[in-house]
Nanobody, 127 residues
Framework: QVQLVESGGGLVQAGDSLRLSCATSGRTFNRIAMGWFRQAPGKEREFVAAISWSGSNTNYKDSVKGRFTISRDNAKNTVYLQMNSLKPEDTAVYYC????????????????????WGQGTQVTVSS
């Protein structure tokens, strides 16, 4: 079992920055690939970013490349999503997720590969 707790969401203006955090417990963190997903009202949950065990491999949704950065601190069992130059279309509930069956290199982009999910944190970007 892996428990995930997100924090750091809020209401910001377009162009602002936020950093989301996801604290984990329950399984060896440095053997789990981690991902961030988001879900806007009326839309499907979508991939945002993912990071491999060691952090050496990352993947991003095209629309966030250059603006968002995923990172992890294995000593703190925490994964982060730094979001810069936020846009109104980034408004959504953001979820972190853990893939317990990942290989050391993988940073999965497919939602169905993730086994555990946090409760989500709301990010609202006003224009």
């Amino acid at each position: 079992q892996v428990q995930l707790v997100e924090s750091g969401g809020g209401l910001v203006q377009a162009g602002d920055s936020l950093r989301l955090s996801c604290a984990t417990s329950g399984r060896t963190f440095n053997r789990i690939a981690m991902g961030w997903f988001r879900q806007a009202p009326g839309k499907e949950r979508e991939f945002v970013a993912a990071i491999s065990w060691s952090g050496s491999n990352t993947n991003y949704k095209d629309s966030v490349k250059g603006r968002f950065t995923i990172s992890r601190d294995n000593a703190k069992n925490t994964v982060y999503l730094q979001m810069n130059s936020l846009k109104p279309e980034d408004t959504a509930v953001y979820y972190c997720a853990a893939d317990q069956d990942s290989t050391h290199w993988s940073a999965p982009t497919i939602l169905q590969l993730y086994d555990y999910w946090g409760q989500g944190t709301q990010v609202t970007v006003s224009s």
